[in-house]
Nanobody, 124 residues
Framework: VQLQASGGGLVQAGGSLRLSCAASERTFAYFGMGWFRQVSGKEREFVAGVPCCGGSARYADSVNGRFSASRDDSKATVYLQMNSLKPEDTAVYYC??????????????????WGQGTLVTVSS
């Protein structure tokens, strides 16, 4: 399984970005997908996730109400719409696939395939 993340860049505080993550997997529709982020020197943290099969998206408290995760199974792609960005959102963002079909969690070790990361920089 290969995951290709894109959409990162430089944006001013208050602005928006949309990240995309395309998967090379025919069974994409059966697996939950997550977004994580990591700041240099810190642990990677869960940001948002979209279960398979119509499940409700989940969000970290720090982004709830500002970020929106969605998926398009016909394109094997998951998205992260980021609005009202803050300088503290600056990080490398990773997409990841949950390890078990039709189940979902938010712990990093439960995801077994990872994209390469895309850098988001929010200037003040």
């Amino acid at each position: 399984v290969q995951l290709q993340a894109s959409g990162g860049g430089l944006v001013q505080a208050g602005g928006s970005l949309r990240l995309s993550c395309a998967a090379s997997e025919r069974t994409f529709a059966y697996f939950g997908m997550g977004w994580f982020r990591q700041v240099s020197g810190k642990e990677r943290e869960f940001v948002a996730g979209v279960p398979c099969c119509g499940g409700s998206a989940r969000y970290a408290d720090s982004v709830n109400g500002r970020f929106s995760a969605s998926r398009d199974d016909s394109k094997a792609t998951v998205y992260l719409q980021m609005n009202s960005l803050k300088p503290e959102d600056t990080a490398v963002y990773y997409c990841a696939r949950y390890r078990t079909a039709k189940r979902f969690g938010v712990r990093e070790h439960e995801f077994n395939y990872w994209g390469q990361g895309t850098l988001v920089t929010v200037s003040s």
